[in-house]
């Protein structure tokens, strides 16, 4: 990517950087393998940052915004926010997938729409936003691209998995069982299919980048299967 590409990008993502090397570093997927210094040269360290900086921000911007809230509730709209779909959409609505630089295997296997990449991705800018310009910087973002997301659910959403354990014990019925199906690709984008079950019911299904958003896409899946009936 050229300077004239990530003047594009820069304009698209509304903040200039003082030091392309990181905007570069965070653009950068595992699968170009390369290092720097003996060090991998990839987007992975800025992502583990960017967690945390969007994690403090968004429970920042929520205490805020609903200052009559209890913390279960408060706690509920952040985990909601912070998940790999908000990520991902996120991520899409910046181009970050046109974006990103990787092997051209991992390209051709879809990995520029490969929501896993674009969650990680989209944690590694806010990594990227934080070290070159500072939690004001960071924050100016966050909430430029969360706030409207925060404002759009009027009443704390219920996380799957709870709703799910709520039903079951509402019919006297067991606890949900979740289950590792599989675990594939590689280590950079690996894939979990889950499997959850309850008592009297056919289980679910679904395939997500980590096993916790498996879990709570599985229990959403069955939740939305047995409400049915």
Known sequence: MGQSEYSAFEAAIAYRFKD????RLALTHPSCAKTEDDAPYNNQRLEFLGDS?????????????????????????????????????????????????MSRSEEECGGRENASNL???????IGAIYLDGGMEAAQAFVHAHWS????????????????????????GLGLPVYRVVSHTGPAHAPEFT?????????????????????????AEALLASVEKD
């Open 20 to 23: 392309d090397a990181l905007l």
């Open 53 to 101: 900086v969007l994690a403090l921000l968004v429970a920042e911007l929520l205490y805020s915004m609903y200052p009559h809230e209890q913390e279960g509730d408060l706690a509920r709209r952040h985990s909601a926010l912070v998940n790999g779909a908000q990520l991902s959409e996120v991520a899409k609505t910046l181009g970050l997938g046109e974006s990103l630089q």
């Open 119 to 125: 969650e990680d991705a989209c944690e590694a800018l």
């Open 148 to 171: 409207k997301l925060a404002e759009a659910v009027s009443e704390p959403p219920k996380d799957p998995k709870t709703g799910l354990q709520e039903w079951a014990q509402a019919r």
């Open 194 to 218: 889950i499997s959850v079950e309850v008592e009297g019911h056919p289980p679910a299904q679904a395939v997500a980048g980590s096993k916790k958003q498996g879990e709570r896409d599985a």
